[in-house]
T-cell receptor, first 114, second 113 residues
Framework: EAGVTQFPSHSVIEKGQTVTLRCDPI?????LYWYRRVMGKEIKFLLH????????ESGMPNNRFLAERTGGTYSTLKVQPAELEDSGVYFC????????????FGPGTRLTVT | AQSVTQLGSHVSVSEGALVLLRCNYS??????LFWYVQYPNQGLQLLLK??????LVKGINGFEAEFKKSETSFHLTKPSAHMSDAAEYFC???????????FGSGTRLLVRP
């Protein structure tokens, strides 16, 4: 069974540009999460999808970030326009159920904004 | 509100020595607690979880953790460190009604030969 995959693994962009990160969850997992780790800080929750619906996007930093999950399968996270403080590692995770159910993490996308 | 504190951003042990990584949590409701490990260039992998059953939880790779409500702790231990245990370890908390994991800042474990 394939795990959670993320693309790209690394992205280097200039301030003001746009970047789109993609996450493919484990097949059959309705719950999909995005997290971010800024260098030297803890991993922080960004948002949670159940199928194609956003259940909680309270962790999204601002309106430059847009997450979608069309059809309830893969998800994209777009940053437009990117700022220096957006640099970090973006993790995607998926689970069968929320709460105590294990969240399976992808390898992350390392985003560097110069 | 929930929070997690991991004491020590870096821990260094000799191969064969006891590993002890500390985690304290804050939660107003019964928590679910997790330890994740991240090896270089990989995603986070679940080591073990506490979900209100046995307070001593055994995980993969010989790790275990004990939930101590009175101390609000969930420390991770392994009797004998192996070189392959070198990685970053994260403690996390959530609740039954929640879904987002609240992480500690992580502890990087270095194992000396």
């Amino acid at each position: 069974e394939a795990g959670v995959t993320q693309f790209p693994s690394h992205s280097v962009i200039e301030k003001g540009q746009t970047v789109t990160l993609r996450c493919d969850p484990i097949s059959g997992h309705d719950n999909l999460y995005w997290y971010r780790r800024v260098m030297g800080k803890e991993i922080k929750f960004l948002l949670h999808f159940v199928k194609e619906s956003k259940q909680d996007e309270s962790g999204m930093p601002n309106n430059r970030f847009l997450a979608e999950r069309t059809g309830g399968t893969y998800s994209t996270l777009k940053v437009q326009p990117a700022e220096l403080e957006d640099s970090g590692v973006y993790f995607c995770a998926s689970s069968l159920m929320p709460g105590q159910s294990e969240q399976y993490f992808g390898p992350g996308t390392r985003l560097t904004v110069t | 509100a929930q929070s997690v504190t991991q004491l020590g951003s870096h821990v260094s042990v000799s191969e064969g020595a006891l590993v002890l990584l500390r985690c304290n949590y804050s939660s107003s409701v019964p928590p679910y607690l997790f330890w994740y490990v991240q090896y270089p260039n990989q995603g986070l992998q679940l080591l073990l979880k506490y979900t209100s059953a046995a307070t001593l939880v055994k995980g993969i790779n010989g790790f275990e953790a004990e939930f101590k409500k009175s101390e609000t702790s969930f420390h991770l231990t392994k009797p004998s460190a192996h070189m392959s245990d070198a990685a970053e370890y994260f403690c996390a908390v959530t609740t039954g009604s929640s879904y987002k994991l609240i992480f500690g800042s992580g502890t990087r474990l270095l194992v000396r030969p």
